[in-house]
């Protein structure tokens, strides 16, 4: 059964460095998402991609964060500056079509030091 | 605004006994509405969706999630659970595109449920 996959499965940082959190979508999904999970706390929604742009962002997704499709393939996440409140589980999720439910990545750990 | 409340934070329950998870929900226009499974350390699983139809929705591993218009709830359920179901549990509406939503996700706080042997 096909899944998306995300690397690296736990980053650790220094606040101020940059990161980028890779996913790799289901191959034919057209609807591209972020989101985040702090410890203990609910999921969150960061930013959704499709068509090559981002269709709608949160405002925790300031211009810290950037996301890319740079191929048919990959779709990542750039924080330029990590922050110590950006420590945090990371998930990507993709979709194939407005009523398809969203299928989530295992998830990246970020841990900002 | 899209919004789910999920009243427990912790529900416990003896093995083969029924399992009930609450979940309420705000929506503008007809509601998508969507159960999530997450065991330690793994990702979101999906289980099962309510987009039309049935109010009853049967999903994976057994689970089934009752759609009630009238009091905004979509509970999940199980009739006999099982250790193996013990994990937190996300309910979660779709933000349509019509509200500028583009359908992304707004998730519950979670539930944990706790199978006891």
């Known amino acids: 059964e096909p899944e998306v996959t995300q690397t690296p499965s736990h980053q650790v940082t220094q606040m101020g460095q940059e990161v980028i959190l890779r996913c790799v979508p289901i191959s034919n999904h057209l609807y591209f998402y972020w989101y985040r999970q702090i410890l203990g706390q609910k999921v969150e929604f960061l930013v959704s991609f499709y068509n090559n742009e981002i269709s709608e962002k949160s405002e925790i997704f300031d211009d810290q964060f950037s996301v890319e499709r740079p191929d048919g393939s990959n779709f990542t996440l750039k924080i330029r500056s990590t922050k110590l409140e950006d420590s945090a589980m990371y998930f990507c999720a993709s979709r194939l079509a407005e009523y398809n439910e969203q299928f989530f990545g295992p998830g990246t750990r970020l841990t900002v030091l | 605004a899209q919004s789910v409340a999920q009243p427990e934070d912790q529900v416990n329950v003896a093995e083969g006994n029924p399992l009930t998870v609450k979940c309420t929900y705000s929506?503008?226009?007809?509601?998508?509405l969507f159960w999530y499974v997450q065991y330690p350390n793994r990702g979101l699983q999906f289980l099962l969706k309510y987009i039309t139809g049935d109010n009853l929705v049967k999903g994976s591993y057994g689970f089934e999630a009752e759609f009630n218009k009238s009091q905004t709830s979509f509970h999940l359920k199980k009739p006999s659970a099982l250790v193996s179901d013990s994990a937190l549990y996300f309910c979660?509406?779709?933000?349509?595109?019509?509200?500028?939503?583009?359908?992304?996700?707004?998730f519950g706080a979670g539930t944990r449920l706790a199978v006891h042997p």
């Open positions: 929506v503008s226009g007809n509601p998508y």
């Open positions: 979660a509406v779709r933000d349509p595109v019509f509200s500028g939503g583009y359908n992304k996700l707004i």
